[in-house]
């Protein structure tokens, strides 16, 4: 199946006059849409709350993506229904072949989800975006604890380019290497300190530890872990690389409070049919 690439205009209407907003736009979005990203994903969710807390495994969610303008009745999607709309592809078709189904005291339920529609975001300049899945969930599903509400809810996986990437893995990679050193050092100053009953000499391998421990604390190692390893993206037709670590999270738009419900994991290669 093979899916002419819509054209995508952003435009305001004020006066009796159009402003078009496309050079606004991340350059990279129309490159992106030049080519069919991806056409079939199949999607797992784990739904519930931290460690210890009840979760809700949904599985085997197949979507077909389109490059057409999505349908009349879709949801409003982050970002071309948010604030900044002219770092949104727009809304397009998307398809759900199968809503997943999980397993409950009832037996297996099946999943609806509607009004579905998909976007790609990505700000200018930033070196990464993000796919966004949005649908309406019919109704609450629920496994003990652990609920998918009705309502309208989203799915997000962030998208990379190669060289952008490729920065970021160096960038991650050098972190953890600073990171083992000083606590390394951090160790050892405090085996040291332990060792020796000099007074200064205590106070000296004391500072060492502390600012070792500084060191590692100022290093930006929750940044760095959002950055995907080998085996954690697949490199789409377009030479695009999308995480396959996502989120599942509900929000009032345009500017309501994002409400993380659970993870989102891509479970298949990109279909190129």
């Known amino acids: 199946m093979k899916i002419a690439c819509t054209t995508l205009l952003f435009a305001t209407h004020a006066s009796g006059f159009t402003t078009d907003l496309r050079l606004q736009r991340a350059p990279i979005l129309d490159d992106i849409l030049k080519t069919e990203p991806f056409e079939t994903l199949s999607l797992n969710l784990d739904i519930g709350g931290s460690k ?82 949005g649908f309406e969930v019919m109704e609450d599903y629920k496994r003990n604890e652990a609920t998918l509400p009705k309502g309208r809810t989203y799915l997000s996986f962030p998208i990379w380019d190669r060289r952008a990437l490729e920065f970021a893995r160096k960038k991650k990679a050098s972190v953890k290497v600073h990171a083992e050193a000083a606590l390394k050092e951090r160790v050892e100053e405090l085996s040291k300190m332990g060792e020796t009953n000099n007074p200064i000499m205590k106070a000296l391998h004391y500072r060492n530890a502390y600012a070792a421990s500084t060191r590692y604390l100022d290093l930006p190692k929750v940044r760095m872990s959002t950055v995907p390893d080998e085996g954690e993206v697949m490199e789409l037709p377009n030479g695009m690389f999308l995480t396959t670590k996502g989120l599942i999270w509900t929000k009032v738009l345009p500017a309501g409070q994002q409400i993380l419900l659970g993870t989102a994991n891509i479970s298949n290669e990109v279909s190129e049919e």
């Open 52 to 133: 210890g807390q009840s979760h809700l495994f949904i599985r085997d969610i197949k979507l077909d993506f389109h490059q057409v303008d999505a349908l009349e009745d879709h949801v409003a999607m982050p970002g071309s229904n948010g604030p900044e709309p002219t770092v949104s592809s727009g809304a397009l078709q998307l398809d759900v072949i199968d809503g997943g189904h999980f397993v409950s005291m009832k037996g297996v339920e099946s999943v609806n989800l509607a009004h579905s529609c998909w976007e790609i975001n990505w700000k200018k300049d930033a070196p990464t975006g993000a796919l966004i899945c």
